[in-house]
């Protein structure tokens, strides 16, 4: 019973280094997003994608990149890490329409951008 | 502008004491409406949901919401709190206005006094 599934748990940058944030899901869901969590500001939508080979932007999308080539698969990549990108990541997954479902959380990925 | 507001950053009741947490929204018609619960160090679980019908709502772990459309509010109740319901609380307003969204509240963090 994986569910969703993110690695790393946490993970320590220096200012302009490059990472990938994983996720994968095994409910065979469409929709899938990533998150991050701020204290004070709730979960901002970064990414999210519908289906396989298409994504499209959240509400604070600058500094990172997505793809989806696979249903199960949808990572997170930084491209050059800021210190404001220290947050909480969380990756989720639907079956249903993004604000009308279900979303299925993975655990977090805590990142420290130094 | 269009939000989903948890007046109460953070709320302590003793083990036993019934519980209600406040969230109003400002979107116009009558979106679907979430409440989600993190404990410490995992990702959010769906509590209950509403986008029709009966406005009060039974969810798990013996939570229950009432949509108040006349005060865009959907306040999440427990009737005796377990040492086990600590956590931080969100309400997540989706489907605004038609469309493909959801929006988080900042959360609310449930401290149980034994």
């Known amino acids: 019973n994986a569910g969703v599934t993110q690695t790393p748990k946490f993970q320590v940058l220096k200012t302009g280094q490059s990472m990938t944030l994983q996720c994968a899901q095994d409910?065979?869901?469409?929709?899938m997003s990533w998150y991050r969590q701020d204290p004070g500001m709730g979960l901002r939508l970064i990414h999210y994608?519908?289906?396989?080979?298409?994504?499209d932007q959240g509400e604070v999308p600058n500094g990172y990149n997505v793809s989806r080539s696979t249903t199960e698969d949808f990572p997170l990549r930084l491209l050059s890490a800021a210190p404001s990108q220290t947050s909480v990541y969380f990756c989720?997954?639907?079956?249903?329409?993004?604000?009308?479902?279900?979303?299925?959380f993975g655990e977090g990925s805590r990142l420290t951008v130094l | 502008a269009q939000s989903v507001t948890q007046p109460d950053i953070h709320i302590t009741v003793s083990e036993g004491a019934s519980l209600e947490l406040r969230c109003n929204y400002s979107y116009g018609a009558t979106p679907y409406l979430f409440w989600y619960v993190q404990s410490p160090g995992q990702g959010l679980q769906l509590l209950l949901k509403?986008?029709?019908?009966?406005?009060l709502v039974q969810g798990i772990k013996g939570f229950e919401a009432e949509f108040k459309r006349s005060q865009s509010s959907f306040n999440l109740r427990k009737p005796s709190v377990h040492w086990s319901d600590a956590a931080e609380y969100f309400c997540?307003?989706?489907?605004?206005?038609?469309?493909?969204?959801?929006?988080f509240g900042q959360g609310t963090r449930l401290t149980i006094n034994p």
């Open positions: 509403y986008f029709s019908g009966d406005t």
């Open positions: 994608s519908v289906g396989a080979g298409i994504t």
């Open positions: 997540a307003v989706g489907r605004i206005q038609g469309a493909q969204k959801l929006v």
């Open positions: 989720a997954s639907s079956y249903e329409g993004y604000g009308t479902g279900e979303l299925f």
């Open positions: 409910m065979n869901h469409e929709y």
